[in-house]
Structures are given as structure tokens and as C-alpha cells.
């Protein structure tokens, strides 16, 4: 009996190389498919996420009468909560609208549209473009051109400020810097409370700041926020912890060029000589710079 009579029937034996290349290339289809399941579950839930953040009146649920008396229907607190989540987006979208405005107008983005009365020329200032084009009010255009700012960095913040509120800061902006804005801000949310921080509590505040505050326009929110309360409760002057005179700064920024020369560096901030300088203060190993203080204190002292 040969060999061949005991033949399965099995057919011919694959080459190995051709063995392999089937596997590979049923891996490659399974990756292939695996990649595009992938790719379509994360396209799936982008669009989710972009549906679930759209604003739109759509998600706002038509008004009805209430299903009763006494606590909400659990239908009734999702409908809360929407006209909660679009309220919060109007008083957001106020200072994105501001933005947009004063991008438009400092660009002057409006000088190529026709004016919609006068086609034969384009719009020269955003006080004719945007009551035109958008019906924006001049007096309101100007409100939100003036408060964005503020209203963008109390966001940023973790603050929740509307824009009747933020309109009470303007004029702290205006008087002195952003920085002490948003630290009146900030001192009437440490005293009652971000729930409780009105326009009209913020109003008040800015009615009691003294004509002759000073306030150094480097500082922190937080640390101007502690000075303007140490001022109104009499703790402080209304130099409050004494701002750098103009004078002074200039000096000292004549100064910082000079050590930029000899350290063969460019320009050197203010703030890092102000830290060299405390830290050579804070030096206990040399005290010159701390007995330099004292003398001056102390001649400053006898001067007054």
C-alpha cells in the first residue's frame, strides 16, 4: 500500500509566506473595521455633546400652567432647570455680544458694507453700523463695548455676574483699572455671599470708595479687594497700603535699565526688581538693604 492510499484529501498544502499574508490581511480588515467603529462612536458623541451645549428657543419649553400647588412635579423641575440653563446663557452671551462689538469697532471691520440707507458709501463708526445692521441702540452698543472686559474676567473667575451688576464696576474701571473693578467685585462676594451680590449692593460700594483713593494699578483683585475694605472700615488711609507715585515708578523703571546694561540683559519687569528687593529685605545675613528701609521710615517719620 503506498503512501497516496492514505491521502485525506486535504488538497495542497499553503506556502508559508502565503499563509502568513492571509493573516495579515484578515488582521488588517478587523483593524480597519475596528478604527472605523471607533471613529464613528466618537463622531457620535461629539454631535451629542454639540446638541447637549446648542442653544437654541427649541430647548426652552413652551409656557404652561402649573400642575399644582406645593413642590414641582419632577416634569415641572426639568423644565425649571431648562429656563434656568437659558437665562445663565443670556447673561453670558451679554459680554460675548460686547466683545464681538468692540472687536468690530476698533477694527473698524463695518469700512467695506455698503450703508444700508446711503448704499453709495460704507458705514464709517459702529454708532452707524450697529443700530442699522443689528439694531443695536448707540447707548446700549456703548454699555457693552464698556463692559465685557469685566464681565469675560468675572467668568473667568468663577463669578456669575449679570450684566446689571457688572454695569455698577464700570465706573471703578473707568476711575481706576480693571484690576480694581473686579476687586470691588470680589469684596462684596467675601461680604455677603456670591448668592447675595446685587447691582444694587455693588452700587453702594462704589458710591462709599473716597474721592482721593489711590490704588497701585499691579495689584492683585484679591489684594486691592483687602486694601478698598481695609479703607472703608477706617483700618486704612484712602492711600490705602500706599501706591507707588508716578514718579517713583518712573525712577525705578529708569533704574531697571540701567541694571539691564550692566547684567547685559533686556528689559527688566518691575515686579522681579520688586522681588530682589524684598527678598534682599528679608536677607537676616544682610541687613542693608532692611537698615536702608529703616532709616527712610524713620526720616519719613520725622517729616510729617
Not at 99 to 106: E, G, I, M, P, W
Request: proline share 7%; charged share 30%; hydrophobic share 40%.
Amino acid at each position: 500500500m503506498s503512501d497516496s492510499d492514505y491521502d485525506l484529501g486535504w488538497g495542497e498544502e499553503e506556502e508559508p509566506q502565503e499563509t502568513a499574508n492571509t493573516l495579515t490581511a484578515v488582521d488588517t480588515g478587523r483593524d480597519k473595521k475596528q478604527k472605523q467603529n471607533q471613529a464613528k462612536l466618537i463622531a457620535e458623541q461629539v454631535e451629542a455633546a454639540v446638541e447637549a451645549v446648542r442653544p437654541g428657543l427649541d430647548k426652552i419649553p413652551d409656557p404652561v400652567e402649573p400642575a399644582g400647588e406645593g413642590a414641582l412635579t419632577p416634569e415641572e423641575e426639568e423644565r425649571f432647570r431648562l429656563c434656568n440653563d437659558g437665562i445663565d446663557l443670556g447673561n453670558k452671551a451679554w459680554f460675548i455680544m460686547g466683545k464681538a462689538l468692540d472687536t468690530a469697532a476698533v477694527g473698524r471691520l463695518f469700512r467695506n458694507t455698503p450703508h444700508k440707507l446711503e448704499p453709495e458709501r460704507c458705514y464709517a463708526t459702529i454708532e452707524e453700523w450697529a443700530p442699522l445692521e443689528k439694531g443695536i441702540s448707540v447707548g446700549q452698543c456703548s454699555k457693552l463695548r464698556a463692559a465685557w472686559e469685566l464681565g469675560e474676567v468675572l467668568a473667568a473667575r468663577g463669578y456669575n455676574a449679570n450684566p446689571g451688576q457688572v454695569r455698577e464696576i464700570v465706573p471703578v474701571r473707568n476711575a481706576f483699572n480693571l484690576n480694581a473693578a473686579i476687586a470691588v467685585y470680589v469684596l462684596a462676594v467675601d461680604t455677603v455671599g456670591a448668592d447675595k451680590v446685587t447691582a444694587e449692593r455693588l452700587r453702594e460700594v462704589v458710591k462709599m470708595l473716597p474721592g482721593d483713593l489711590q490704588l497701585d494699578e499691579d495689584d492683585d483683585p484679591d489684594v486691592l479687594a483687602k486694601t478698598i475694605k481695609g479703607v472703608l472700615v477706617g483700618e486704612l488711609p484712602p492711600s490705602g497700603v500706599p501706591a507707588i507715585p508716578p514718579a517713583v515708578k518712573r525712577a525705578v523703571d529708569a533704574r531697571a535699565i540701567a541694571l539691564a546694561n550692566d547684567l547685559d540683559r533686556g528689559r527688566i519687569p518691575r515686579a522681579e526688581v520688586q522681588l530682589h528687593l524684598l527678598q534682599a529685605f528679608a536677607d537676616e545675613d544682610d541687613p542693608t538693604v532692611f537698615n536702608a528701609v529703616l532709616d527712610r521710615m524713620k526720616q519719613a517719620g520725622k517729616n510729617k
